[in-house]
């Protein structure tokens, strides 16, 4: 059994199937390679919202479209687990950034450049509506891992971005709403945009207590997997 289609809950391109399989997106971006016999379950945080993204599923070519958030200043702000942030705006995105060459040069004037790119750098500013998106956004900022920051809707020139957060200062704006200034590096070794499609804070979201389920009915019942 082979399933694509848009999780409800989270709005990502999701991918369930018995067999454990390759799926990665036509211009070459793993989201994961199969190595045992376990059931591959993914989702692709980095999945450009508003756009017809193409992946290779056990060889067969799917299209899906992350839907645009409603609201054209929300932010994607998303750490490795699936943990995300609601409430969440990005600021002036004018997708401030800057690289600095690490060319060595000797007294005499020689050059000498690295084999391996250097990462860029930058800054984003996010506003949290109340104090409850604020704890949200500080918890994925705070994650030991990468970060998937960038905009919630189709933005010419201003990609999601898998980073690395440097620094994050904390401050009061207009009515009462937090801002957080985000340094960040951007993470060239693990910006695959796998997560996981369920957590167990989704599932105890559903109110129903721990009663005994498959996954398969949680990947239905919360996620919107097609029958």
Known sequence: MLKSWIATHTGLP???????????TENGRIL????????????????????VTVYLVGGQRVELVRPNASDKRRA???????????????????????W???????????????LRKKPISGKSRILALNEKAALEVAGV?????????????KTEN???????VNSVS???????????????????????GAVPVLR?????????????TTYLELLSEIAGMPA
């Open 158 to 164: 201003v990609p999601l971005r898998c980073v690395i």
């Open 76 to 98: 994607v702000v998303m750490n490795a687990n699936g943990l995300s942030a609601s409430g969440a705006l990005l600021v002036d995105n004018s997708d401030e950034t800057e």
């Open 32 to 51: 994961h390679r199969a190595t045992s016999i376990n059931p591959t379950v993914v989702s692709d945080a980095l999945a450009v919202p508003g756009e």
């Open 200 to 212: 167990w804070e989704d599932w105890e979201r559903l109110g129903t207590g721990w009663q005994e």
């Open 14 to 24: 999701s991918f369930y199937s018995t067999n454990d399989i390759d799926i990665e």
């Open 141 to 153: 900022l705070e994650s030991a891992g990468p970060v998937f920051i960038g905009p919630a809707v």
């Open 100 to 114: 600095k060459s690490d060319v060595v040069i000797s007294e005499v004037g020689y050059a000498r450049w690295s």
């Open 170 to 192: 904390r401050s009061r704006g207009r009515l009462d709403r937090v801002v957080f200034d985000v340094s960040w590096t951007e993470n060239l070794l693990s910006a695959s």
